[in-house]
């Protein structure tokens, strides 16, 4: 058995120390540029890589929304491979009637939106204009994105994933 002196266990413990405060130093510059780079919904909206296509239901706004918000759900929400968690946030404005599904990726306590799914009326609320916008860069990387193809089939009532 080695006994150490004072002064090497205090070496010991003072690399320990500095490991420690470079490792959050580490965890605070990677979230400030994780930030950087997140994703709003309004640059969602405004890029034309972000825009994936739009269709028309033949269910009015309410049902169109409802059914989606099910199926998002069901099948956009898990635990990415990397441990952490990817939700789906929604909202429905009656009056307007006008909905959106979201999306999200929590990384590093940030939501990183990736999927945006819009709907809006059309033919005085017998219609519905469901428009599809997904992140296309390093944050979605290993996230499941819906395709226009699912979301048209989603809405024309297929439960499958």
Same mark, same amino acid.
């Given at each position: 058995?080695?006994?150490?002196?004072?002064?090497?266990?205090?070496?010991?413990?003072?690399?320990?120390?500095?490991?420690?405060?470079?490792?959050?130093?580490?965890?605070?510059? %990677?979230?400030?540029?994780?930030?950087? %780079?997140?994703?709003?919904?309004?640059?969602?909206?405004?890029?034309?890589?972000?825009?994936?296509?739009?269709?028309?239901?033949?269910?009015?706004?309410?049902?169109?929304?409802?059914?989606?918000?099910?199926?998002?759900?069901? %099948?956009?929400?898990?635990?990415?491979?990397?441990? &952490?968690?990817?939700?789906?946030?929604?909202?429905?404005?009656?009056?307007?009637?006008?909905?959106?599904?979201?999306?999200?990726?929590?990384?590093?306590?940030?939501?990183?939106?990736?999927?945006?799914?819009?709907?809006?009326?059309?033919?005085?609320?017998?219609?519905?204009?469901?428009?599809?916008?997904?992140?296309? &860069?390093?944050?979605?990387?290993?996230?499941?994105?819906?395709?226009?193809?699912?979301?048209?089939?989603?809405?024309?009532?297929?439960?499958? %994933?």
């Amino acid at each position: 058995m080695k006994i150490r002196n004072p002064v090497q266990r205090r070496a010991s413990g003072g690399i320990m120390a500095l490991t420690v405060k470079y490792l959050t130093l580490a965890t605070l510059l %990677c979230s400030i540029l994780l930030s950087g %780079c997140a994703i709003t919904i309004s640059d969602l909206k405004s890029s034309q890589s972000s825009y994936d296509g739009s269709f028309t239901s033949m269910a009015g706004p309410s049902d169109t929304y409802r059914t989606l918000r099910h199926m998002a759900r069901q %099948c956009l929400e898990y635990e990415a491979y990397s441990g &952490n968690p990817v939700i789906v946030l929604s909202e429905f404005d009656g009056e307007r009637k006008e909905g959106e599904i979201n999306q999200k990726f929590l990384a590093d306590g940030l939501l990183i939106n990736n999927t945006f799914i819009q709907i809006e009326r059309q033919d005085d609320n017998k219609k519905a204009k469901v428009s599809l916008y997904t992140t296309k &860069n390093m944050l979605s990387t290993g996230i499941r994105s819906p395709k226009i193809t699912d979301i048209r089939r989603w809405a024309g009532g297929d439960k499958t %994933c």
